[in-house]
């Protein structure tokens, strides 16, 4: 595998949800800002790609957690760069506690879009040459599948506005775990917490979008649908 790359994160209270448990929003972002600091460190982060004309952008992340912290705990994340397959860039991370039992584990498909068409491109190689590729892989989980549902019969809207963007001026992909874990009854996530998350992201959201969240739970599974008036915007699963 790549280098892995090491950093340890506190959790803050603004991380935490009503219960305590550390929010999947936050989770999702600690490991995307965990992947860009790594990416910075071998120059193939958001400067150097923005250089090109470039940027990353999320294609499909699964996370796994064992445990879910709280408030004040701090979390070890290690995370390093997978063999590039066409168009997408895969890339892994463990999360640790403070006493280094594994508690998470993630995979997220990384792309890249020309900024200009936004259209998915290859990287040039002077990006990537700095990746160490297949010395030993260590893979702990498997590629995020493709998602579909139908049949979905609870739904809610949601308008798009200023904090759910991010410096890409598109919604980060975090803030979709927000939008999900609102959809839901919260007395529900005070006794379920997911063992497995996954969401598949199709379609860009801009501010001012109107978003329909619909959603259906059975059999301790959570299947997720957002959509604009154009085009299915996520997919997502989760299990409990």
């Not at 879910?68 to 892994?92: C, S």
């Not at 068409?117 to 990006?127: G, R, S, Y």
């Not at 609870?154 to 999900?180: C, E």
């Not at 379920?192 to 199709?202: A, D, F, G, V």
């Amino acid at each position: 595998m790549s280098e892995v790359f090491v950093e340890k994160v506190d959790i803050r209270v603004s991380d935490v949800d009503m219960y305590n448990h550390w929010k999947l929003s936050s989770i999702f972002s600690c490991i995307q800002e965990a992947s860009g600091h790594h990416m910075n460190t071998i120059k193939s982060g958001r400067e150097d790609l923005l250089a090109h004309g470039l940027a990353w952008v999320v294609a499909r992340s699964k996370v796994e957690m064992v445990r879910y912290p709280g408030f004040d705990e701090q979390i070890t994340v290690k995370t390093w760069a997978a063999n590039p397959i066409k168009f997408l860039y895969p890339r892994y991370t463990i999360l640790e506690d403070e006493q280094g039992v594994e508690i998470g584990k993630a995979v997220v498909i990384w792309s890249v879009i020309d900024l200009g068409t936004h259209k998915l491109v290859t990287v040039p190689n002077e990006l990537v040459k700095f990746f160490d590729f297949d010395r030993n892989a260590l893979i702990p989980l498997s590629f995020p599948a493709k998602l579909e549902f139908e049949g979905l019969d609870s739904s809610y809207s949601y308008k798009i506005g200023f904090t759910d963007m991010d410096v890409n001026q598109h919604v980060n992909n975090a803030k979709y775990l927000d939008w999900i874990c609102n959809a839901i009854d919260n007395k529900y996530l005070k006794d379920h917490t997911p063992k497995s998350i996954q969401i598949n992201y199709l379609h860009e959201t801009h501010m001012g979008e109107i978003i329909k969240v619909d959603w259906a739970i059975s059999d301790n599974c959570l299947k997720v649908t957002g959509s604009d008036q154009n085009a299915i915007s996520f997919n997502a699963l989760l299990e409990f």
